[in-house]
């Protein structure tokens, strides 16, 4: 295959046949003069010789390390082209590999269409041809199913190549600048001090406090639109590394095996299959999470700390920082929606934690035996290594003088004897103990801590004696991991929904004689009921009365969870999330639950004492309405006999999540966004008041409309007040592939949320900016003018949920196997559909497939508009953009919100989306609703080019702008022929390759745009 080069930035007319699309002159207007064209990235696909293709590949300017050029930055007068060569380069020998297996695999015939289709598609999209796009629309209608799914297959596995190469661009950048000796970059923790020490906003002191105090903790959440199968990730991580190696100074025989193996694994991911046979299982969630692990965060985690401490050393902050950062997880534990997720399901993924997490450890301690061959007749050791030599297993006589050998042998056996006991024998592979070594049972570890203790204790001893070098390489990042990832690996937390918790409440209550209709009972006296059933020890629960499959399923898990924080520690669950919390009753519900369950010790109001040991409830406010009643609820909650005595036993602290994807939905992308940031500000001031620490845990999914966009600037746009070292935040679906499949980018990823964290909490004045309350101001007429656009369309507009359903591929999305749980709980019957329904994810996910991406711009071009417009004459209209110009220049939370919408802006397509237009057979109504669509774009285009000053997108980021315009030549035949393939299934054709050739698309357009979901 063969690349574009770069495309126009404007939107260009599609040109359907059909007369009756909607509004093509309207999509037109936007057209801009096409980009002067650059030479194509990728050279048509022939077969070439090893020498040839070495000696082309020599020609990136950056492209070989160990060379003078790739050792030295671009010269500051390079040109980007210059700089992004290599990636170019890449990028070309990539996709030669593919159309060279493409022609291996399926012969000359589909190659030939494969590559007509591309040239096709390219003309279309860089020259705005309309002859194309009708010679497009013909070829792509005439394609056999079989030609069909080969077509989609080489696009689509073009788009995961591409992401590949622009990964490994990221890393070489990076490494040449590191080279180079330039300044910290903005993401880095050496950036975040550099500005502290020019600020003087933080003194050793502070810093030492910030980081005693600090939590930060990504989680990881199962997707219901991940459309990666694991072995084809673990392809692509194959494909990652190789190509990471050209970059390496090889000899052609080197090179020649290099691309060989390349080849070798782009065959591979032909060859298997892109599409899952059985929906995905909770298990399989489970599995896929893990991978990152192995992948990223046990090694990168460690060394990310080492990274920190050094840093901080060079600002003379010396001290060890202790385990801020940790790691979470939702699989599992997430039940809201998810009736696969059960007791079971949480004993599984915390079992199948554990021994991720100990297989690591069991390597790491073996090694170090190996590595670690002091002798005491050489050099010394502190009694306590003494004391665990002597109480080591090992008896061998060639070990009598290395204690640190036998201590080593002693903690393997100890930590071999913990997973017995903890996950059973064989569970996880042992090594021998060593020779000379009785087949004695050890003690297991009591803890993790125990086990962190002995480590420390060969750590203190060697930096002691002359041995600090030694302890480096490996048992200092062992020591960090034990303190971080401890015998759980990651926290997993407990999510269910409110309703839930009230029907197996009011099940409990009608058993026990409490309370024969408590779901019927006002607010006050729900919380009545609950506080004096809180008071009473004895259970509610009857040994010998019969309770329903959902009360025992829901207390099961609580029971289940008591039970693992036994066995693996309090930190491996600690969290209750609340999803659609609309009362404090909700709240209490919970703790009722847990002291059912055992989970909450003690009597609860008590003046000495309280409750402790239970899970942290923490409510989730989703909706426009939950937002703004979020202070209110949580002030009430604080004043309950007994919560007071609960918070402190919790270290005098409080967590909140707050949802990103059901606010999107409820109010539109600009009011979603106004409303998490007063909330916020709402539950600042109220945590202040009561003396309680707020810890805000960001529910951002993948795309902008659920809060996705880069997480350093999403962190630094905080409002003030809402960080201070403390934040959770969701990491979800092919997001984390993205992320944290590559190692050199997952170490980026983590660290990017440290800095982000550290300059948030000790520089909040760069979010206070002196006009800040007249900027509030403004945000908030905008505010009411977006949500009542985007709801007049979406929620008041006749016919829309119609629509919706017809011009977007969601129930092709809900039949495929791409998550664990449903996509919509109501979303069989036509007649019972309702957005309300749908849930947030797909509805997102089902926008960007279409290219429309509603839900991250709809409704801020017209408020603007209304805001402007409403001014008395030009003079008040000049003053109020200044204001708006002002805003994004000096209001972090404003211009993430304008650069986050320049990127989706960047990713629509008018053109393309009129062709799902088409699917909806009521003329009358596409028409309507389509304009409206595409007159909202138009207004938030002009909006957005008169407050920034830039016509085209993301003319501030150009990097991304070229990916983006590389691209989307390979994505338009996507699109195009999902839209071809649907109009087949639903009009009846049951061909099986029909349904596979879309569920193929939705994963080539997923991954092309990369942050769909």
Request: hydrophobic fraction near 40%.
């Amino acid at each position: 295959m063969k690349s574009s080069g770069s495309a126009r930035s404007a939107r260009r007319n599609a040109a359907p046949s059909s007369s009756d699309t909607p509004t093509n002159a309207a999509v037109a207007n936007g057209r801009a003069k096409p980009a002067t064209k650059p030479k194509d990235p990728i050279r048509s696909t022939k077969r070439t010789t090893q020498a040839a293709e070495a000696a082309q590949a020599a020609q990136a300017v950056e492209g070989t390390a160990g060379t003078a050029a790739a050792a030295a930055p671009a010269k500051p007068g390079a040109r980007r082209e210059d700089k992004d060569r290599p990636l170019f380069e890449d990028i070309r020998f990539l996709g030669r590999l593919l159309g060279e297996v493409v022609r291996e695999q399926e012969g000359d015939e589909v190659f030939d269409v494969v590559e007509t289709i591309r040239q096709t598609a390219v003309k279309f999209r860089r020259e705005d041809d309309r002859d194309a796009a009708q010679t497009l629309e013909k070829k792509l209608r005439k394609l056999t199913p079989e030609q069909t799914v080969s077509v989609v297959r080489a696009f689509s596995y073009f788009s995961h190549l591409a992401n590949i190469a622009e990964d490994r661009h990221h890393n070489r950048r990076r490494r040449i600048h590191a080279l180079a000796g330039s300044t910290p970059q903005p993401g880095t923790v050496a950036y975040a001090l550099d500005q502290l020490k020019q600020t003087g906003g933080a003194s050793k002191k502070v810093l030492q406090q910030f980081f005693d105090s600090a939590l930060i903790v990504p989680v990881l959440t199962a997707h219901p639109t991940e459309v990666q199968r694991k072995s084809i990730l673990d392809a692509q991580h194959d494909v990652a590394r190789l190509l990471a190696e050209r970059d390496q100074e090889l000899t052609e025989r080197e090179r020649a095996h290099n691309a060989a193996m390349l080849r070798a694994r782009v065959t591979a991911l032909w060859q298997t299959r892109m599409l899952r046979d059985a929906r995905l299982t909770v298990g399989d969630e489970i599995e896929n999470a893990l991978s990152y692990y192995r992948a990223t965060f046990l090694d990168e985690l460690p060394a990310l700390y080492a990274d920190i401490e050094a840093a901080l050393a060079e600002h003379g902050v010396a001290a060890r920082v202790p385990a801020f950062f940790q790691m979470g997880s939702w699989i599992g534990g997430d039940r809201d929606g998810n009736p696969n997720v059960t007791a079971t399901t949480l004993a599984d993924a915390i079992d199948r934690q554990a021994a991720v997490i100990f297989e690591h450890y069991l390597e790491q301690v073996h090694k170090l035996g190996a590595e670690l061959s002091v002798s005491n007749l050489l050099v010394g050791a502190s009694d306590e290594v003494k004391a665990l030599a002597a109480a080591s297993p090992d008896q061998s006589p060639h070990r009598v003088d290395e204690p640190y050998r036998r201590a080593l042998i002693g903690i393997y056996t100890r930590l071999g004897a913990s997973v017995r006991v903890r996950l059973g024998e064989g569970t996880v592979p042992l090594r021998s103990a060593g020779r000379g070594a009785p087949p004695v049972r050890a003690t297991p570890y009591a803890d993790a801590e125990e086990f962190t203790r002995d480590l420390k204790t060969l750590l203190d001893s060697l930096e002691a004696h002359h041995g600090a070098s030694l302890a480096a390489p490996r048992l200092a990042p062992l020591v960090r991991a034990a303190e971080v990832f401890g015998f759980h690996l990651a926290s997993i937390d407990l999510r269910q929904s409110s309703d839930i918790h009230e029907a197996v409440i009011a099940e409990l209550f009608a058993r026990a004689g409490v309370e024969a209709d408590y779901a019927s009972l006002a607010e006050e006296d729900k919380v009545r009921v609950l506080l004096a059933a809180l008071a009473d020890p004895r259970p509610l629960r009857l040994p010998y009365f019969e309770y329903s499959a959902l009360a025992q399923s829901e207390l099961g898990v609580l029971e289940k969870a008591r039970d693992v924080r036994a066995q693996f520690g309090p930190r491996a669950v600690r969290n209750y999330i609340i999803s659609h919390t609309e009362t404090v009753s909700d709240l209490v519900e919970v703790l009722l639950l847990q002291k059912e369950t055992g989970l909450l010790e003690g009597k609860f109001g008590a003046k000495h004492g309280g409750v402790r040991n239970g899970l942290m409830v923490i409510p989730l406010f989703e909706t426009i309405a939950d937002l703004r009643n979020a202070s209110g609820i949580m002030h009430d909650y604080f004043s309950l006999p007994g919560i007071a005595e609960l918070v402190a036993h919790q270290g005098g602290e409080q967590e909140v999540m707050l949802g990103y994807s059901d606010s999107n939905k409820d109010g539109g992308f600009l009011t979603s966004n106004w409303e998490l940031y007063r909330a916020e500000l709402a539950l600042v001031d109220l945590f202040k008041a009561r003396g309680i620490t707020l810890r805000l845990f960001h529910g951002r999914g993948g795309t902008v409309g659920r809060g996705g966009g880069p997480t350093y600037q999403a962190i630094l746009s905080q409002p003030p007040g809402t960080v201070n070292g403390q934040i959770r935040l969701t990491e979800q679906g092919e997001v984390i592939a993205s992320k944290f499949a590559n190692p050199e980018i997952g170490r980026r990823n983590l660290e990017t949320v440290v800095a982000a964290t550290l300059e948030a909490t000790l520089l909040p004045q760069n979010n206070a900016p002196a006009q800040l309350p007249a900027f509030e101001a403004t945000m908030q007429t905008l505010s009411d003018a977006a949500m009542a656009a985007y709801r007049a369309l979406v929620y008041e507009t006749p016919g829309f949920t119609d629509y919706f359903f017809s011009s977007t591929p969601i129930t092709e999305i809900a039949e495929l196997n791409i998550g664990s749980r449903p996509a919509s709980r109501k979303l069989q019957d036509p007649k019972q559909r309702k957005i309300e329904d749908l849930r947030a994810i797909p509805w997102g996910f089902s926008w960007g497939q279409c290219r429309l991406l509603l839900t991250g711009w709809y409704g801020f071009g017209g408020a603007v508009a209304s805001y402007l417009d409403g001014a008395t004459d030009a003079a008040e209209r000049s003053k109020r953009l200044a204001l708006l110009k002002k805003m994004n220049k000096t209001w972090p939370f404003f211009a993430t919100l304008l650069s986050n919408m320049d990127m989706v802006l960047a990713k629509t397509d008018l053109a393309v989306a009129s062709r799902y237009a088409q699917l909806v057979a009521d003329k009358k109504l596409r028409k309507l609703v389509f304009d409206r669509i595409v007159a909202e774009w138009e207004r938030t285009s002009h909006a957005l080019a008169e407050i920034t000053g830039n016509d085209t997108r993301l003319a501030g980021n150009p990097l991304l702008a070229r990916s983006i315009k590389n691209r989307f030549p390979y994505l338009d035949p996507l699109n195009h022929l999902q839209v071809e393939l649907i109009k087949r299934h639903r009009a009846g054709d049951t061909n099986a390759r029909v349904r596979r050739g879309i569920h193929l698309t939705i994963n080539g357009i997923a991954a092309g745009l990369r942050n769909t979901g």
